[in-house]
């Protein structure tokens, strides 16, 4: 055997098992799986304000103090997605969670761009605790400190603008 072909077979005994293993490992390579679906970030960006219904705040006689439009977060996934990713919202605009049971509950800030005022309220519909001018991106806890059976998010300082206070009446309506 000549030289050339004795380099070109080692060659190719080396290659071979070099390409076999590359071919393998590549395969086993998957790009990660992405997972979409109605409430991802993109569409969270992308989603304008749809009025569901109308919270009514009053104060503890029910005379009514303020009107808002309002989003309905009742869906796990809705009421986990909230008003992250939002660049905007009007005074007249906030969203009313409800949830399947009334307990304690607790929200954060995380992925939120907009300084929340956070409404905490009990079955009787009565406000049982106020979270003012939220902190955006924030991941502290904000606990309602009673158990809570509805949230109501609205702009920060709307609470302190429109004298809205712990005790005040909360109701609602669906469109």
């Given at each position: 055997?000549?030289?050339?072909?004795?380099?070109?077979?080692?060659?190719?005994?080396?290659?071979?098992?070099?390409?076999?293993?590359?071919?393998?490992?590549?395969s086993c390579q998957k790009e990660p799986e992405i997972k979409t679906d109605t409430t991802n970030q993109k569409d969270?960006?992308?989603?304008?304000?749809?009025?569901?219904?109308?919270?009514?705040?009053?104060?503890?006689?029910?005379?009514?103090?303020?009107?808002?439009?309002?989003?309905?977060?009742?869906?796990?996934?809705?009421?986990?997605?909230?008003?992250?990713?939002?660049?905007?919202?009007?005074?007249?605009?906030?969203?009313?969670?409800?949830?399947?049971?009334?307990?304690?509950?607790?929200?954060?800030?995380?992925?939120?761009?907009?300084?929340?005022?956070?409404?905490?309220?009990?079955?009787?519909?009565?406000?049982?605790?106020?979270?003012?001018?939220?902190?955006?991106?924030?991941?502290?806890?904000?606990?309602?400190?009673?158990?809570?059976?509805?949230?109501?998010?609205?702009?920060?300082?709307?609470?302190?603008?429109?004298?809205?206070?712990?005790?005040?009446?909360?109701?609602?309506?669906?469109?």
């Amino acid at each position: 055997m000549s030289s050339e072909k004795t380099t070109l077979m080692k060659a190719k005994i080396l290659i071979i098992p070099f390409f076999t293993l590359s071919v393998i490992f590549s395969s086993c390579q998957k790009e990660p799986e992405i997972k979409t679906d109605t409430t991802n970030q993109k569409d969270a960006l992308a989603t304008q304000f749809k009025k569901q219904g109308e919270v009514y705040f009053q104060d503890s006689a029910k005379n009514l103090i303020k009107k808002v439009d309002v989003e309905i977060a009742e869906t796990d996934n809705a009421r986990h997605l909230g008003l992250m990713y939002r660049e905007g919202m009007s005074e007249e605009q906030g969203m009313l969670f409800i949830f399947p049971v009334e307990e304690y509950q607790s929200f954060y800030m995380k992925n939120t761009v907009l300084p929340l005022d956070i409404i905490f309220v009990n079955s009787k519909k009565k406000i049982v605790k106020i979270h003012k001018n939220t902190e955006p991106f924030s991941e502290k806890s904000l606990p309602s400190n009673s158990p809570a059976l509805y949230v109501v998010e609205v702009n920060a300082g709307f609470t302190d603008k429109f004298r809205i206070k712990e005790g005040d009446i909360v109701d609602w309506r669906r469109n």
